[in-house]
């Protein structure tokens, strides 16, 4: 018995109050990756060597693939926001605003 309530009282989770902080971290994460893309963009205007062209290429593909998971990563980080509430809401905790 004692071991189910260390169970419940040590659970953690993320509520809504965790949410501003991963949406700063979303926006800032989104914005080093554009400026990255820009400074890749304009290093390959200037170069004219071919390995460095071919290395700010890689670069940029890296960053394009990146980019395509952010809504991914998003619509989990709000699912799970999501189902943390309603478990919570289900369990009698009530939800943590």
Do not use: E, Y
């Amino acid at each position: 018995m004692k071991l189910m309530q260390n169970v419940k009282t040590s659970r953690k989770g993320l509520s809504l109050s965790a949410l501003p902080g991963i949406a700063l971290a979303f926006i800032l994460i989104t914005v080093i990756m554009g400026v990255g893309a820009l400074i890749l963009s304009s290093m390959n205007d200037q170069v004219s060597d071919a390995n460095a062209t071919a290395i700010i290429n890689v670069g940029t593909g890296a960053i394009s693939d990146l980019s395509t998971w952010l809504p991914i990563i998003a619509v989990v980080v709000a699912a799970v926001v999501i189902i943390g509430l309603i478990v919570r809401g289900f369990s009698g905790q009530g939800s943590s605003l």
